[in-house]
């Protein structure tokens, strides 16, 4: 499309598809009521090539009713729609992501507080071990508590020693040997050597000795 | 899945220019397209008003929703569509519509069917235009010379592209749209007269 052409053939190659979009640009950025006839009579020549009966249908009054009546509609702007509901999507999006967030933050806040109410009181059992024990007597059987222990001295041990420590603290407890907060005594540790990695957190209110002889 | 031009689409870029608010380019589309829409509907209601309203309610349409036209089908083929589909329903409401107290005063057999004759487009005198116009045309494209009337011929009839005319004549692309040129432009002198006097083709 290098060839220079004529306006009235820039009409008839539009008329076929032919010209590339800024030539398009160009040609209907100055369109006079010349190019509009060339245009009629060019799409009509075709017509009549293709059927000659089209000729009856050819009806100016109602192009200029149709003309008038676009002139009426809003324009319309497709990539801008586009834009506006990508945007309104993703408002969208934003919102529901906010919701999911909550409702996530939600469950997040039960979890901890049935975690709290399940195990706080559990380990934290020097100022109210007897309504510790009268707890978990009435809600946690012994197997619970067993696994509570174990899952959380491992996961003290992880925290401080690394992932990979010396010995497994995720051994199983023989039951036999299970310590329950309600039948040890508080007695202070004089056991150093246990306390190391227990006292990091805060004083076992039991004889952690003992746990460390069933691993 | 983005905008494609279809490769029998050659309104595709026009198309374009009208989503992007270019409400120029719909009126050149409603100028291209009007009389084979309007032909389309002849087939189906008889109304001579019908026709044009429904026309122009067809074109509304489409402006209305070109933003989502999509270029996955031809351009012709979606107002073809809308067409026939607001024609339906013209039809369905004029058999659900009841007569009205003028239309049953008025509705004897003859003045009806009188009626009905002045409001079809296929009059006598519109078929004898028709005949005239259509025999100016062969004329017209019989008088061309050879390349013109080949390169017109498979553009408007055979529907070819540029490159596929240029291929299949041998020449460039710069050259078919010459000869493509100069033939609309000998035809169109040639009918013109015919059309001035005629109650068709009064813009040109």
Redesign the interface.
């Known amino acids: 499309m290098g060839d220079v052409m004529g306006k009235e053939e820039q009409i008839s190659a539009m008329l076929d598809g032919e010209l590339s979009e800024q030539e398009l640009a160009q040609v209907l950025a100055s369109l006079d009521e010349g190019d509009l006839d060339a245009w009629h009579g060019y799409s009509m020549v075709g017509d009549l090539i293709r059927s000659s009966e089209l000729a009856a249908f050819h009806d100016e009054p109602l192009l200029k009713r149709i003309e008038g009546a676009l002139e009426q509609e809003v324009v319309v702007v497709a990539p801008q729609l586009k834009t506006v509901l990508k945007h309104r999507f993703f408002e969208a999006f934003v919102s529901i992501a906010a919701a999911g967030r909550a409702s996530f933050a939600m469950a997040a806040v039960c979890f901890l507080a049935v975690l709290v109410y399940r195990v706080v009181p559990l380990v934290d059992g020097v100022g109210h071990g007897q309504s510790v024990a009268a707890r978990s007597a009435q809600t946690v059987g012994a197997a619970d508590l067993a696994l509570w222990e174990e899952y959380l001295i491992a996961h003290h041990h992880h925290s401080v020693n690394g992932a990979i420590p010396s010995w497994s603290s995720m051994g199983r407890i023989d039951p036999r040997n299970l310590v329950m907060i309600g039948q040890v005594d508080e007695k202070p540790k004089e056991d150093s050597s246990a306390s190391d990695w227990l006292n990091v957190w805060r004083d076992a209110p039991y004889d952690v000795s003992v746990v460390q002889q069933t691993q | 899945m983005p905008p494609t031009k279809n490769d029998k689409?050659?309104?595709?870029?026009?198309v374009q220019?009208?989503?992007?608010?270019?409400?120029?380019?719909?009126?050149?589309l409603?100028?291209?397209y009007?009389?084979?829409v309007?032909?389309l509907l002849?087939r189906m209601l008889k109304n001579h008003e019908d026709i044009?309203e429904v026309?122009?309610e067809s074109?509304?349409k489409a402006?209305?929703a070109?933003?989502t036209f999509r270029g996955e089908s031809a351009f012709y083929t979606w107002i073809y569509r809308i067409a026939i589909n607001s024609a339906k329903n013209l039809l369905v409401q004029q058999v659900r519509r009841p007569s009205t107290p003028n239309e049953l005063i008025d509705g004897d057999d003859e003045t009806f069917e009188y009626q009905q004759a002045l409001s079809t487009?296929?009059t006598p005198e519109?078929l004898f235009?028709?005949?005239q116009?259509?025999?100016a045309?062969n004329e017209a494209?019989e008088a061309l010379p050879e390349e013109l009337r080949a390169a017109?011929?498979m553009?408007?009839?055979e529907g070819l592209?540029?490159d596929e005319i240029a291929q299949s004549m041998g020449c460039p692309?710069?050259t078919v749209?010459?000869r493509?040129?100069r033939a609309?432009?000998a035809?169109?002198a040639h009918?013109?007269p015919l059309?001035d006097d005629?109650k068709?083709?009064?813009?040109?």
């Not at chain 2, 220019?17 to 050149?28: E, H, I, M, P, Y």
């Not at chain 2, 068709?200 to 040109?204: A, E, F, L, M, N």
């Open positions: 689409d050659e309104d595709f870029a026009l220019r009208v989503q992007t608010g270019d409400k120029k380019a719909f009126n050149l409603v100028s291209k009007h009389r084979r309007g032909r002849a044009e026309v122009q074109f509304i402006y209305r070109i933003a487009i296929d519109s235009q028709t005949k116009i259509g025999a045309v494209i017109i011929l553009r408007e009839v592209s540029y692309v710069g749209r010459s493509i040129f609309r432009e035809v169109a009918i013109k059309l005629s068709v083709g009064k813009r040109w």
